[in-house]
């Protein structure tokens, strides 16, 4: 019927009221990839700065977040992830495996993707340091995700007989360290190596381990 009211539906331009909002929301962390992870970094970046590098108004800006150090945050988790379900896929295609093939698998993976954007490696090992109370306890947070990732793991070792059973929570926390600060080095340029060979590295350690001088299956 012609000149009939209609109820309005929130779409314009063929997208919802959450489509576009969700779309704002990834344009600002493009944009605080490039910024935060690059030049000038996070502290020198503004809204203003972050605003126009995503080609959006700050009052869009507010509208989606209240600080830049919210868009940090919630960054860091984006890029955190990511890194996970990059692991977690790398285990998904050596399911039944032994513990070496599925470390291989898992770090190879991991490190395969924080390693593929150096923004990343900023996000996750530099701009996240020293910003807040707040941030400090999401980044250990997420570390203490990739200690539970490696104490199941273990766990899942001993039951079959090919780890030492034992508290494997400091050492976990030991290694996660490890990890980090070993493929930071080396996305720096300061470890002279491939990056399949910081993961031998990183894997060799791990089974180290699990598997202490000393243990046999015998004694599990």
């Known amino acids: 019927m012609a000149g009939r009211i209609k ?9 919802s009221a959450q489509e576009r909002q969700a779309e ?5 962390l493009d944009a605080a990839l490039q910024l935060f992870g690059d030049s000038p970094g996070y502290r020198a970046t503004t809204v203003a700065a972050l ?7 700050t009052r869009q800006f507010y509208e989606e977040f209240r600080t830049l150090e919210d868009v940090l945050a919630a ?3 984006q890029v955190n992830d990511w890194a996970e379900e990059a692991a977690l896929a790398g285990l998904g295609d050596v399911t039944g495996q032994p513990i070496a093939e599925r470390a291989t698998a898992a770090f190879r993976a991991y490190a395969a993707n924080v390693t593929s954007d150096p923004r990343r490696l ?5 701009e996240i340091i020293g910003v807040s109370p707040r941030l400090e306890r999401q980044r250990l947070a997420r570390r203490s995700r990739w200690i539970d990732f490696i104490c199941a793991e273990a766990a899942a070792a ?22 980090n600060g070993l493929l930071h080095d080396w996305s720096s340029g300061w470890v002279d190596a491939s990056l399949d060979e910081v993961v031998d590295e990183l894997v060799q350690l791990l089974l180290g381990i699990l598997r202490p001088a000393g243990w046999s299956p015998a004694d599990t």
């Open 158 to 179: 001993v039951q079959r007989g090919e780890a030492a059973p034992r508290d494997y929570r400091v050492a976990a926390a030991a290694f996660i360290g490890s990890v």
């Open 122 to 126: 900023r996000i996750t090992f530099v």
């Open 24 to 28: 704002r929301r990834r344009r600002f």
């Open 51 to 57: 605003s126009e590098a995503a080609g959006l108004s």
């Open 75 to 77: 960054l860091h988790l």
């Open 7 to 15: 109820a309005p539906t929130g779409r314009y331009g063929g997208k």
